[in-house]
C-alpha cells in the first residue's frame, strides 16, 4: 500500500459553494478553524465565568495562559504594549490551538497551509506599518536607516534595510508554515513505514511514530506558536517606539 | 506552560529562528531581483545576482540585529 506522505496535506472540498468566482468551499480545514475557535471561546468563557479566589483547574490553565500572554508583551513591548493585548492572544491561542489540535490523528493541521500563516503575517506587518505611519508620519520611514551610519555608506545600507524589514513577513509566514509541513510529512513517513514494513519489523518506526508525535505537540507547537507571537509583539514595538533596534530598550 | 522569561524556553525560540530569518531575506532579494529581471527591465541575470547578494546581506543583518536582542 503505497500512500504519498503529502497525502495528509490535500484538501477536498465537502460543500463547494461559489460566490461570484470565489470559492469559499467548506473544507477540512475550515471546519477545523471552527472547531479551534469555538473550543478556545468554550474553554475561555467557563474558565472565566466562575472567578474564584482560589482558582480551580480550568481557571488556574487559562491564569496561566493570559499570565504567559502578558509576560511576553511586557517583556517586548513595555507596559504601553498592553494595548495590544486581545490582539496577541488571539493570534497566540489560535495558532496554539491549531498546532495542538492537528496532531490529533485524522485531523487536519490548518498552519501547514502558507496562505493561512501567510495572511496572519501579512496583517501584522500591515498594521505594524499603517501603526507606524500614522504615530510618527514620515519619520517612520527612519527605520531604514540604522543609527551611527556614515554618509557614504547610505546607497548601500538602505537597499539592505528594505529586505531586511521585507524580509520580516516572509520569515514570520515561512517559520510556521515550514515547521508543521515538516512535522506531519515526517509523521505521514514513518506511519508508511509502519503499514508497509513486516511486522517484527514494524513497531520500530511505530515507537519513532509515538516519539515524534510527543516532540511536536510538547515542543514544536508550543514553541512555534510563542515565536509568532513574540515576533508580532517585536515588530509592532518597533513600530511604536520606532527603533529597528529596540535592543537597547532592555 | 513555562513562564516566557524562562532563560531555557527563550533560548530555544531564539535559536530555531536564526535559520529562517536568513533564508527569508534571501527569499525577498532573489525575488525581487528575479522579478526586476523578467518583468520590469530585462537586465540579465545581473538583477537577480544583486539581489541575492543584498538579500544575504539583509539575513546577516536580521541575524545579527536578532542576537543583539538575545536575553542576557
Redesign the interface.
Known amino acids: 500500500m503505497e500512500e504519498s506522505p503529502l497525502h495528509p496535506f490535500e484538501l477536498h472540498n465537502f460543500i463547494p459553494i461559489n460566490l461570484g468566482g470565489l470559492d469559499i468551499s467548506i473544507n477540512k480545514a475550515v471546519i477545523m478553524m471552527w472547531v479551534v475557535v469555538g473550543l478556545i471561546s468554550i474553554l475561555m468563557i467557563i474558565a472565566g465565568s466562575a472567578r474564584r479566589l482560589v482558582p480551580g483547574k480550568l481557571q488556574s490553565l487559562a491564569e ?2 493570559v499570565d ?1 500572554i502578558r ?2 508583551i511586557l ?1 517586548t513591548m513595555g507596559k504601553d504594549g498592553m494595548k495590544f493585548f486581545p490582539l496577541i492572544a488571539t493570534l497566540f491561542l489560535f495558532i496554539l490551538f491549531c498546532n495542538w489540535l492537528g496532531l490529533i490523528p485524522g485531523t487536519y493541521t490548518v498552519t501547514s497551509q502558507i496562505i493561512v500563516t501567510g495572511v496572519f503575517a501579512g496583517t501584522v506587518y500591515l498594521l505594524s506599518l499603517v501603526l507606524g505611519f500614522a504615530l510618527h508620519g514620515l519619520k517612520f520611514l527612519g527605520i531604514l536607516v540604522p543609527p551611527g551610519t556614515p554618509g557614504w555608506m547610505l546607497p548601500l545600507m538602505v ?3 528594505i ?2 524589514q ?3 513577513p ?2 514570520l509566514a ?2 510556521l508554515f ?2 508543521m509541513t515538516a512535522g506531519h510529512t515526517i509523521l505521514a513517513v514513518l506511519f508508511g513505514m509502519v503499514i508497509s514494513l513486516p511486522f517484527y519489523v514494524s513497531w520500530l518506526p511505530f515507537a519513532a511514530t509515538l516519539f515524534v508525535n510527543a516532540l511536536e505537540m510538547c ?1 514544536i507547537a ?2 512555534q506558536a ?2 509568532f507571537t ?2 508580532t509583539c ?1 515588530y509592532l514595538g518597533d513600530a511604536v517606539t520606532l527603533h ?4 537597547h530598550a ?1 | 506552560m513555562p513562564q516566557s522569561q524562562d532563560p531555557l524556553y527563550a533560548g530555544l525560540g531564539q535559536a530555531v529562528r536564526i535559520g529562517t530569518e536568513l533564508l527569508a531575506a534571501l527569499i525577498v532579494g532573489g525575488g525581487l531581483g528575479w522579478v526586476t529581471d523578467t518583468y520590469l527591465l530585462e537586465t540579465g541575470p545581473w538583477g537577480m545576482v544583486i539581489g541575492l547578494m543584498i538579500g544575504a546581506a539583509a539575513g546577516v543583518r536580521n541575524a545579527y540585529r536578532m542576537a543583539q536582542r538575545w536575553p542576557k
Open positions: 496561566m495562559l504567559f509576560g511576553m517583556d537597499p539592505i534595510e529586505i531586511s521585507l524580509a520580516r516572509v520569515s515561512v517559520r515550514a515547521n515542543l508550543p514553541i510563542y515565536i513574540i515576533l517585536v529597528g533596534h529596540s535592543e532592555h
